[in-house]
């Protein structure tokens, strides 16, 4: 097996790379992409990557180096020093390399990475010659110690940085650039005085030298363990939590990048920096990223300083020509990727290196705007735009937005990061967070900057506030990956996270832990206070990648609605139609008394009464959802739940009546109580999901499919009557056999035939069943014989197949089984192969059955993107989902076509 790959050039110039950007299995995707500039003639610093397979070998095997895979590594070593005409650890002139993870999947900031390798107390002074610049040599050894220590070792990064802050104390020194080319020799003492105190002898035997452990001086040891050191962060917690986060395998691995080193600190004609070819929050076209002058590497993404824009750069003294070729370098980047990509950069002494390139996050609103740009420039095709746009990311566009009536002050304002709005509880720490979060209430995290240890905070918070960073800073890439508003950089902001406050620099107000604060990352905007937040409009964008997707697509997609703003919500979305109306929405409120009423009394007068009432009400009901669906399809699914669904719990009536017998209360209403708790516990079943519910509701109780059948009867008559063009369809649920359908598709077919005369038109309405059971996906051949449309009711088809309690999922087992990967996905959110198999089984029974069968989808799954897919596949005629999921339905079932 090949373990390593070079990339970059040779000592005589000519390309010795040996991977492509196709490799991000192996190479992981920093190594494949570093490959790939380097193969189109970008100045990538040469080096070389071990594969992500290598790691999982090195994991597997309890952290055990594959045989002969240490020898590889050597040989590319010494490659490299060839092709670099400089040895690593020299005295003279040395090598100093740096050691990055790269897993397939970007992971930004979530694994290790070491700078400065090569370093020691020989190689010091070849750098102080070579550099002529004794300060920017030490500084450069101390930070590597520093990096070193904390990375590879695991020590306290504060060891260090009190070190430094003590340095500095005692020197009368402001700022790290204060300190001396001799103060900074003498850190580099401390810090390995506190390697020495503080690295296990016992977990370090190898570096203990006479006696004491010693900071490694010999290069290929810091290598070796700082390979070992990325491999196994690809295990630590926080890379492990985004993983999960992600849905990104955990078997994948990451791999190693050993690259040369260059230096974006070597003074004013120094710089690095991070951008993107176009804007990623809302994909204008532009140059968009942060640079730091006289900085290095993660300086930027930390957002320990404040950062410049990007477009700046080439205004700049000594860095004119690397701006400008770095413009050069993005349309390269584009025009090859034939996508907005984002970049990582370093320019030493005024040449520019590239260090990095992917394809970049986007917020949903950027994806679509550079999609559609990019197809008006000839870039990708229409149906690559529909590809670019992730369905599930759609979400963040209908997410919240500050009502613009509402009135608010702006106490300050930041860099719109990632958009959206977030209103919640002022928080200063990820822990905070996560503790209100799981206390049911919201809140914003507020920091002076993120970093990978805050991301479980960042994902229980509503948004996330920064004092710091640019908009490529950790807050801001994390956010937007996570869909999540954040507002940063907004230096008024003066954070005090001891003391859990922040202050609003020349305004004299405090934010306090628990405060409520809004921001809205669509503008940068902060505020004190609860902002009323509204959902926004379709943009022009969304609506042109929809359209888009529509004419590739051939699933319908329909909503689930039960009242007439709910349809008319679906229709400004879409949708082609209700696949279902669940009519026991419309039986809450008052309609519950009178229901209840229908269901505890034995006297028939009281009974055709009540459902008189109900009659009256339906009628109305459905008036309005046809009127708002006028000339499409309405699927109305009579009665379906256990009836106790509309009564008092027993056990509640238990309490009160044991109150009202403590308080003397009064003996009638004690006696009434307690007859009404013993004829409801009579009516109570062991497993309710699974007993006198859905069709079986309409064998026992025929006056009810009766009344629902003569109010959707009457509504459509008295529409059509007005000249519109009402569809309404009557859906039967949980059929288990034929028998069932064929006796309530009786008692549908009588009364819509005595509604027609009685009303003098013409009515002509399908009746339909659900396939909710396993019996009926197997049996779907005979139930079609009596249904002119079947609707598979994936949620009832889960719980039934699986034998999960739908109502329990969450709290069971299902979460160890989805940690234990015992199941690859919750089956209740995305359909799962076996019950799959039966949709598609009584699809094609169905068309036996009926070959005119119109089959479509209803359960939750019909708004999963995944789920649409295997749909569209197995050829249903539509999906049906909740309102606000239609425009992702729309756009899967645009690329499951593709
Ligand atoms: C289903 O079971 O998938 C369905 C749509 O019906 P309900 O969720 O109302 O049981
Ligand atoms: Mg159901």
Known sequence: VKRVYAFGKDAEGNNVTEGNTSMKAILGGKGANLAEMANIGLPV????????QTCMEYASAGNAWPEGALDTIQAYREDLERRMGKRIGDADDPLLVSVRSGAPMSMPGMMDTVLNLGLNDQSINGLIKQTDNPRFAWDSYRRFIQMFSNVVMGLDGDLFENAITAMKNVRGAASDTDLTSEDLQELVAEFKQIFSENVSAEAHPSLVVDGIVQFPQDPMVQLRLAIEAVFGSWNNPRATLYRKQNKIADDLGTAVN???MVFGNKGDTSATGVAFTRNPANGEKEFYGDYLVNAQGEDVVAGIRNTSPIAELKHVEGLEEAGRELEEVFVTLENHFRDMCDIEFTIEQGKLWMLQTRVGKRTAAAALHIAIEMEKEGLISKEEAVMRVDPEQLDQLLHPQFDKNADYDVIAKGLNASPGAAVGEAVFSAADAVACAEAGRKCVLVRWETNPDDLAGMIAAEGILTSHGGKTSHAAVIARGMG??????VEALKIDAERKQAVVAGTGIVIREGDMISIDGTTGTVVLGAVELVLPEMTGDLDTILEWADEFRTLGVRANADNPEDA???????????????????FLGDRKRIIQTFILNEDEVVRERAVGELLEAQTGD????FRAMDGLPVIVRLLD???HEFLESPRALDVEIARLEATGGDKEEI???RLLMEQIDGMSEANPMLGLRGCRLGIVYPILPTMQVRAIATACAQLKKEGLDPKPE???????VTAELEKLRRVAEDVIAQVASEEGVELDIPVGTMIELPRAAVTADEIATQADFFSFGTNDLTQTTFGFSRDDVEAEFVPQYLAERLLPFNPFATIDPGVAKLVKMGVELGHKGNPDLVCGVCGEHGGDPDSVRTFHQIGLDYVSCSPYRVPLARLAAGQAAL
């Open 641 to 643: 739940p256990p009836l």
């Open 622 to 625: 459905f008036l309005g959802m």
């Open 258 to 260: 050993v690259q040369s």
């Open 671 to 673: 006696a009434r109580k």
């Open 568 to 586: 008319q919500l679906s229709r400004n979305f879409g949708a082609e139609g209700i696949g279902l109306c669940r009519t026991e929405h419309m």
């Open 484 to 489: 999540a508003p954040c507002v940063c950089g």
């Open 730 to 736: 009557i859906m039967i649920p949980l059929v288990s």
């Open 45 to 52: 610093p040469p080096g070389f990557t071990i594969t992500c």
